[in-house]
Every structure is written in structure tokens, then in C-alpha cells.
Nanobody, 118 residues
Framework: VQLVESGGGLVQAGESLRLSCAAS????????MYWYRQAPGKQPELVAT???????HYADSVKGRFTISRDNGMNTAYLQMSSLSPEDTAVYYC?????????????WGQGTQVTVSS
């Protein structure tokens, strides 16, 4: 199983970005999908979660600005980020809990850099 992220980049404060994370491989089903971020010198932060049934949860720091969604047919998670601020600058990682023939495990993407200039 492999997770590939895309969509990061450099934007100005107030602008928007959409991140994508596509899973591939011998996937039977995907349970929860997550987006984390890690800013330089800081601990990783769980930004958003979407469950298999579509329920979502957000960190207080992004609530009302970020939206997580999923396309089950494409095995893809999305993170729509709006009203970005320099405090959102970080490497963003996706994680998925994936069921394969052998087991159910967590898999991580490689990370994508988001930089917000003031």
C-alpha cells in the first residue's frame, strides 16, 4: 500500500489550498483517514479526521476554515484549506487505516509542504 500526497505549495495569507492523498495497492477497505501537520520545532498536530461513515472531527485551530472529505471509490482523502495564515505553515501528512488481505494497519503519506506568507 502506498499513499501519495499532492497539492501543497506557497500561498499568501487569506488564500486557499486543497491537499489530496491517494492510496493504492491491495486495498480491501479504508477506515478512518487523517490529516496531520508538523511545523518546524513543534510536535505533530492532528488536524482533521474523517471516519468511514463520513463523520468528521477538526482541531480547534482549523475549525471553520478546513474541510476534510473522502472519495471512497478513488481511495482518496482531501483537505480543503481556506483563510490560510502563516501559522498554518507546516508539512502536512495524511494517514489512513487500511484493511488489506493480511491485516489492518496505519499507512502514512510522504508529506507535502504548505507555506503561507504574510
Amino acid at each position: 500500500v502506498q499513499l501519495v500526497e499532492s497539492g501543497g505549495g506557497l500561498v499568501q495569507a487569506g488564500e486557499s489550498l486543497r491537499l489530496s492523498c491517494a492510496a493504492s495497492g491491495s486495498i480491501l477497505s479504508i477506515n478512518a483517514m487523517y490529516w496531520y501537520r508538523q511545523a518546524p520545532g513543534k510536535q505533530p498536530e492532528l488536524v482533521a479526521t474523517i471516519l468511514a461513515g463520513g463523520g468528521t472531527h477538526y482541531a480547534d485551530s482549523v475549525k471553520g476554515r478546513f474541510t476534510i472529505s473522502r472519495d471512497n471509490g478513488m481511495n482518496t482523502a482531501y483537505l480543503q484549506m481556506s483563510s490560510l495564515s502563516p501559522e498554518d505553515t507546516a508539512v502536512y501528512y495524511c494517514k489512513m487505516n487500511i484493511r488489506t488481505l493480511g491485516s489492518t494497519d496505519d499507512y502514512w503519506g510522504q508529506g507535502t509542504q504548505v507555506t503561507v506568507s504574510s
